[in-house]
């Protein structure tokens, strides 16, 4: 939800704000639950949960796993992850992304079922000063799942506003 966050921000602070960068962001549409919501202790169900997040189901590593079955298991934690969950999807931002006019990197994953590609064709047509670069065998944490391309993307970016001061 990371994504949907920066975008609120931006659209309420926007002199904070010098540029942007998304990667599978909500804020248009996101199928986050999938057909069911997260079944507490039953650690093979988080397991395949946090697998679908990636293109590779090994990059979720037993830590990983080990760290949302956690959550998971955490009533007050499940709750307001439904809750922030639910929010996101009731706070469709498409009609305001037009007021963003700052720089923004949209990366996304061409295998991202979360928030699949069309979601960053999607933003990169409503935000007028964007880029969209998809990488291929990836899900939706390309910093995650692919950092060396995701940071050579990120760099790139970067690179071209500080040439712009």
């Known amino acids: 939800m990371g994504g949907h966050v920066a975008l609120v921000h931006v659209l309420k602070h926007p002199e904070l704000i010098k540029s942007l960068t998304l990667t599978g962001s909500s804020g248009l549409f996101e199928n986050g639950m999938g057909d069911s919501y997260p079944k507490r202790g039953d650690y093979e169900y988080i397991k395949k949960k946090t697998q679908l997040t990636f293109y590779d189901p090994e990059t979720a590593t037993k830590e990983l796993v080990d760290e949302v079955f956690e959550i998971t298991n955490s009533r007050v934690k499940v709750i307001k992850i439904i809750a922030l969950a639910k929010s996101a999807i009731r706070n469709n931002l498409g009609e305001e992304l037009n007021q963003i006019k700052q720089p ?26 964007s ?33 712009n001061t």
């Open 104 to 129: 923004t990197l949209l990366v996304w994953g061409n295998n991202d079922i979360i928030t699949p590609p069309f979601v960053g064709k999607e933003f990169n047509k409503l935000i007028p000063n």
């Open 131 to 163: 880029e969209l670069h998809f990488i291929d065998k990836c899900g939706h944490a390309p910093m995650m799942e692919v950092p060396e391309e995701f940071n050579a993307i990120l760099d790139s970016f970067l690179q071209k506003q500080l040439a």
